[in-house]
């Protein structure tokens, strides 16, 4: 009676490792083939490419909208005062090399 208590113990977690495994397994297959029939740009070059497409084209928009066809020039004031403050960061990164 000892031996047909541990073997239908045995027989149960047979099971259950068998059950387990199924679940997993089920699991993994139904998560794999929903991210495949998603079409995102993660999944498709050709997506990716297109969204790249549209965001530079809104970007260039947007650009044209606010500035015109080019940038403005540099008055010699704004000229002299970018000259002024590259100088100054220039010192501040040479004092930290030494």
Known sequence: M???ILEFLAFLGECLLILLT???V???VFSVSQAW???TDWHNHELSEQ???QARAEARK???EEN???QPNLTPQAEQALLHYT???QKEIDRGKQ
């Open 22 to 24: 199924t679940a997993a």
């Open 87 to 89: 100088a100054q960061k």
């Open 26 to 28: 089920l699991i993994v």
């Open 37 to 39: 029939g998603n079409p």
């Open 68 to 70: 015109g066809d080019w």
């Open 51 to 53: 969204i790249s497409q």
């Open 62 to 64: 947007l650009w044209h």
């Open 2 to 4: 000892h031996k047909s």
